[in-house]
């Protein structure tokens, strides 16, 4: 098997939440295989710029705030306007709220909901529209989570947002792979970011969480990357709308 299959060279990435933790795991992995960079973050991405250009690659920021879906038509322009293409979406940008479910307000619901679904949602249909009229076809990957399989606690807008995702991937599978577009989601299991810091900070849940992994640590941002690099690569061509789980062994528990 050809290492080509699974080089992006010339293919141009557009990751949301490229500034830290999975974002920037998969933005570093996708330019080490060659693809130009479009990192859209709300935060500057100072750290990822400094890792991808060290190793000769190229990346082009846009600052974004997705609550809303007002940035979307800049964010496609401005990857075509720096690289000429959109080949590959990593929609990785997503936030979570804790509270009991009796006292879920809406806006942790609507919060959530909006930037790691409903945003996603019409991201990806801009990077289609435009995937469909170069005609080069396109890879999109949706970050799930192991809340796309299990209910969790305390975080029903982010069990809905990521339960939602998987259904989404599944969809836009269905009605894109026709016309050379892969969907595809990537679940990951425990990773040791921002998003988790309030679970690994309480000690029993961290050692319930760490007892249940068959790997036996955290996952590390830079576990996720062959797994981003596979499903935006030629090697993924005949693979559509799967969840690919990232955990450690987590559901095979
Ligand atoms: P993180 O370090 O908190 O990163 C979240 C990213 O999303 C940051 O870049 C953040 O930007 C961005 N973001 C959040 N709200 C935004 C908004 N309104 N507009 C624009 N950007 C926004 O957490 P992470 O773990 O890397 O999370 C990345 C993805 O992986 C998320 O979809 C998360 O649900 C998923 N995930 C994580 C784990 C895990 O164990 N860590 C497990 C399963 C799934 P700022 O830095 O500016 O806030």
Redesign the pocket.
């Known amino acids: 098997m050809s290492a080509d299959l699974f080089s992006l060279k010339g293919r141009t990435a557009i990751v949301?939440?490229?500034?830290?933790?999975?974002?920037?795991?998969i933005a570093i992995a996708l330019s080490q295989a060659g693809a130009s960079i479009v990192a859209?973050?709300?935060?500057a991405?100072d750290e990822t710029v400094k890792a991808v250009e060290a190793t000769g690659g190229k990346i082009h920021v846009v600052r974004?705030?997705?609550?809303t879906l007002t940035p979307i038509p800049g964010i496609v322009d401005e990857a075509k306007r720096a690289f000429g293409a959109v080949d590959i979406l990593v929609?990785?940008?997503?936030?979570?709220r804790r509270a009991d479910a009796l006292e879920f307000s809406e806006a942790d619901w609507d919060?959530v909901i909006?930037?790691?679904l409903k945003?996603p949602f019409f991201l990806a249909q801009a990077c289609a529209k435009e995937m469909v009229a170069s005609k080069r076809g396109g890879k999109i990957i949706n970050?799930?989570?192991?809340?796309s399989f299990q209910g969790g606690i305390r975080v029903a807008s982010?069990t809905a947002?990521?339960s939602g995702i998987t259904g989404l991937t599944k969809l836009l599978a269905n009605e894109w792979a026709a016309k050379g577009i892969n969907v595809n989601a990537i679940?990951?299991?425990?990773?040791?970011?921002?998003?988790?810091?309030a679970?690994r900070k309480d000690e029993t849940r961290n050692r319930d969480i760490l007892a249940r992994i068959p790997a036996g640590r955290?996952?590390r941002?830079d576990d996720l990357g062959g797994a981003a690099v596979f499903l935006a690569s030629r090697a993924a061509d005949y693979v559509h709308g799967t969840v690919l789980a990232v955990d450690g062994g987590w559901l095979a528990r």
């Open positions: 949301t939440g490229a500034n830290t933790g999975l974002g920037q795991g859209v973050s709300r935060s991405p974004a705030s997705l609550d929609n990785n940008a997503g936030t979570i919060g909006g930037v790691n945003t970050i799930a989570s192991m809340l982010y947002s990521k679940a990951p299991g425990y990773f040791e970011t921002n998003n988790t810091d679970l955290w996952g941002p």
